[in-house]
T-cell receptor, first 120, second 110 residues
Framework: GAVVSQHPSWVICKSGTSVKIECRSLDFQATTMFWYRQFPKQSLMLMATSNEGSKATYEQGVEKDKFLINHASLTLSTLTVTSAHPEDSSFYIC????????????????FGPGTRLTVL | GENVEQHPSTLSVQEGDSAVIKCTYSDSASNYFPWYKQELGKRPQLIIDIRSNVGEKKDQRIAVTLNKTAKHFSLHITETQPEDSAVYFCAASRTGKSTFGDGTTLTVKP
């Protein structure tokens, strides 16, 4: 299957600082990537859909000015958590979807290894 | 939007027994239903998936069934082994955007 990498794998920062997380598709071009957040013992919650060359689509309740997403190339999407606070501490996971076989429907998602963010 | 409900939240079985996890979804336009296994601190791993034009799919000890009319799908694991212990998530997807269930923590006792 396709390989998706994420960097960094973990980060600890002080409250008020910004943190950038990179998501790369290593062996295929991903026109669409997804960003999820997962709190301990909870499910994956979709934050936003990142489209190459256009603005990201945010899910309801996700602050677009706080979670900045940039999808500048077909292999790289970045998530920047601005002015991070302790409540932003979470496991952030990206995924890239492969184009489907008909009608442009995207099928299987390939997940990155995740980034553990801890805000002190 | 899509709503996915998953049951049970925890499941404990004896090694060798079968395990069944069930999910329901609300959006009739969802057409792709993957199941993921996630170990602590790691990424979700796809274990099996099914598309809306298929009613059942099997891969060795794992099978998934889909009832489009009732909008529910199930994961079946037979001959469970201790290494099957993990959190399992179902998801319903349309055009790549997935909504996940809340997860089932499966424990297989040796």
């Amino acid at each position: 299957g396709a390989v998706v990498s994420q960097h960094p794998s973990w980060v600890i920062c002080k409250s008020g600082t910004s943190v950038k997380i990179e998501c790369r598709s290593l062996d295929f071009q991903a026109t669409t990537m997804f960003w999820y957040r997962q709190f301990p013992k909870q499910s994956l919650m979709l934050m936003a859909t990142s489209n190459e060359g256009s603005k990201a689509t945010y899910e309801q309740g996700v602050e677009k000015d706080k979670f900045l997403i940039n999808h500048a190339s077909l292999t790289l999407s970045t998530l920047t958590v601005t002015s991070a606070h302790p409540e932003d501490s979470s496991f952030y996971i990206c995924s890239a979807a492969t184009p489907g076989t008909s009608g442009g429907t995207y099928n299987e998602q390939f997940f990155g290894p995740g980034t553990r963010l801890t805000v002190l | 939007g899509e709503n996915v409900e998953q049951h049970p939240s925890t499941l404990s079985v004896q090694e060798g027994d079968s395990a069944v996890i069930k999910c329901t979804y609300s959006d009739s336009a969802s057409n792709y239903f993957p199941w993921y296994k996630q170990e602590l601190g790691k990424r979700p791993q796809l274990i099996i998936d099914i598309r809306s034009n298929v009613g059942e799919k099997k891969d060795q000890r794992i099978a998934v069934t889909l009832n489009k009319t009732a909008k529910h799908f199930s994961l079946h694991i037979t001959e469970t082994q201790p290494e099957d212990s993990a959190v399992y998530f179902c998801a319903a997807s349309r055009t790549g955007k997935s909504t996940f269930g809340d997860g089932t923590t499966l424990t297989v006792k040796p």
